[in-house]
């Protein structure tokens, strides 16, 4: 556990005075203290991924919101939000553009290139700060479009392997903050239909 945190340092300031503490051990699953340890701690590591997105040239994904939306900007434009990272205490989650499609033809080499581009400055980062994300928990969402899109997810195995041989899964849809998110598919629907009696159940 010490060896963990070693690279963790607390800060604390009394009138003047600021206080500098080395953070030897973690506190047990489930004290409250936790979450905003975690949270303190790991801006570091967000700092340091902004940091390298900002060298790489990657861009916030604009996304459009939905026509219900009734605010609009002062010219009348639909309102967009520009999104690259959400975080949900250690939930993290990043949406990109892939390169490629349209002329320009899918290739798996492209794409787990681009993958890695993404993923290993996460893990670096996190690695500073003595924490690694669980493999079972990573997952990576393609939404391909364009030539070669489908024989590229067929090609891939269902996995994307890192500079290390780490493997991380590669998905159709997956649950983010126990909310399903992806394509439609047969469990998407299960859980919609779950949801849909829950609220009929609560409204009888």
Known sequence: MVARHRKIVA???????????RV????????????PFFVNGYEVALDRIGETREKQGNKEMPICMPEWWKEKNQDGSKVQLKTATTMYVDDHMEIHKIRGGGRQKHTK???????????EPIFEAQAEIGIESGQEKTIVMLDLHGRGANRVIKELGGWVEMKN???????????????????????TEKELTERIKKANLAMA
Do not use: F, H, W
Not at 29 to 35: C, E, I, L, M
Not at 109 to 119: A, D, F
């Open 109 to 119: 080499e492209s794409i787990t290139e681009q993958v890695r581009e993404i993923l």
């Open 24 to 35: 030897e051990t973690g506190v047990p699953q489930g004290d409250p203290n936790g979450p």
């Open 165 to 187: 041989g780490r493997k991380i899964k590669v998905a159709e849809n997956a649950k983010y903050l126990g909310v399903q998110i992806g394509g439609r598919t047969e469990a």
């Open 11 to 21: 800060s604390t300031k009394i009138d003047e005075d600021k206080l500098y503490m």
